[in-house]
């Protein structure tokens, strides 16, 4: 019985430290891809915004060679090619912020389920110290009745 209760013991410590780890793994994968989603949007949004630059450096001069000064509908082409590279900046720092968040949250969700384990952990420890007669706690009647006749009631 006793070896049974050790067994038991051992794994409830074992399937602790097994989900501990488990979600400690989980929160730092989630946190690394966080950070990533972070570096990646901000080159991303480098990447756009000089996407846009070049478009527009690029039609001022076709305008220029073609001998249109840079007024009316080229400066309005001009103008959406600067609006259009901003855009692309923008919605790159937004879908990365999106991606981010989410991943943090996971990060967050790992580190709640790291401290449930644990608490579990404790829980099922305890029981199996209560159920072997560790720590005051007798579980069968005769043990009880001896405990009783010790103590005189």
């Known amino acids: 019985m ?22 400690d793994a989980k929160g730092k994968v989630a ?20 996407e846009g ?3 527009v450096s690029k039609a001022r001069v076709r305008a220029g060679a073609s001998g249109l000064s840079v007024d009316g509908s080229a400066l309005d082409v001009i103008g959406e090619l ?10 790159a720092i937004h879908e990365g912020r999106i991606q981010y968040d989410n991943f943090k949250a996971e990060e967050r969700a ?7 384990i644990i608490g579990k952990g404790v829980a ?4 199996t ?3 072997s007669g560790f720590g005051g706690g007798a579980t069968d009647k005769a043990a009880m009745k001896n405990a009783q006749a ?4």
């Open 129 to 131: 110290l209560l159920t």
């Open 110 to 116: 790992a580190k709640r389920e790291k401290v449930a």
């Open 124 to 127: 099922d420890i305890g029981s």
């Open 2 to 23: 006793e070896m049974l209760l050790v067994a038991q013991g051992a794994g409830a410590v074992m399937e602790t430290v097994g989900g501990v780890m488990n979600a």
């Open 82 to 91: 600067e609006a259009e590279g901003e855009f692309r900046s923008r919605t």
């Open 53 to 55: 630059r070049r478009l």
């Open 31 to 50: 946190g690394n891809n966080a950070r990533l989603v972070s570096q990646e949007a901000s080159e991303e949004a480098r990447l756009a915004s000089a």
């Open 150 to 153: 010790k103590a005189g009631l």
